[in-house]
T-cell receptor, first 113, second 110 residues
């Protein structure tokens, strides 16, 4: 089944404790992206990657890191999480950067206390 | 940068009625306008999209219209059904570089 998977689905952590949210797609998509979703703000892009070893900042990159060492994986790293990073996070992938459908993962709900 | 506004933020309709959600965008360079549906506990899913060289696109009960001059586009759902209840997001941009609107929560009442 073609899908985007994220782990963990739920995470409660404390301020300053490094964490990684994994994202994997099995569709051989070139483009991958991370979003955060907050009430009343819609989805805001954090980082994106157009291919292996090619990443760039989105609209809200502060406090986040990403890497794209393999085509299928695009982990999101929070080196020192803070409470304002409490949010619902989505990973997405698409065939290419050109206008096309983005496939979203199921989401990761992160709480930082 | 691009800014996308979406109205209304909530919408309740009777089953069988039509629903219309409107979005405006600011960047005249935007040429791709997707609409995503998000059901509770799930990630958004594309339901329809339109490109700037097209004024209208229809897929069964769903249609999208685009007015590039006025920089607005709309989603129309006819003959609404309870399974249409969800949050709908519009987006505007080019390539995969697009900005989402804040969302509209649609409730279809039986």
């Amino acid at each position: 089944e073609a899908q985007v998977t994220q782990n963990p689905r739920y995470l409660i952590t404390v301020t300053g404790k490094k964490l990684t949210v994994t994202c994997s797609q099995n569709m051989n998509h070139e483009y991958m992206s991370w979003y955060r979703q907050d009430p009343g703000l819609g989805l805001r892009q954090i980082y994106y990657s157009m291919n292996v070893e090619v990443t760039d900042k989105g609209d809200v990159p502060e406090g986040y890191k990403v890497s794209r060492k393999e085509k299928r994986n695009f982990p999101l790293i929070l080196e020192s999480p803070s409470p304002n990073q409490t949010s619902l996070y989505f990973c997405a992938s698409s065939l290419s950067w050109g206008p096309s459908e983005q496939y979203f993962g199921p989401g990761t709900r992160l709480t930082v206390t | 940068g691009e800014n996308v506004e979406q109205h209304p933020s909530t919408l309740s309709v009777q089953e069988g009625d039509s629903a219309v959600i409107k979005c405006t965008y600011s960047d005249s360079a935007s040429n791709y306008f997707p609409w995503y549906k998000q059901e509770l506990g799930k990630g958004p899913q594309l339901i329809i999209d339109i490109r700037s060289n097209v004024g209208e696109k229809k897929d069964q009960r769903i249609a999208v219209t685009l007015n590039k001059t006025a920089k607005h586009f709309s989603l129309h759902i006819t003959e609404t059904q309870p399974e249409d209840s969800a949050v709908y997001f519009c987006a505007a941009g080019y390539g995969q570089n697009f900005v989402f609107g804040p969302g509209t929560r649609l409730s279809v009442l039986p």
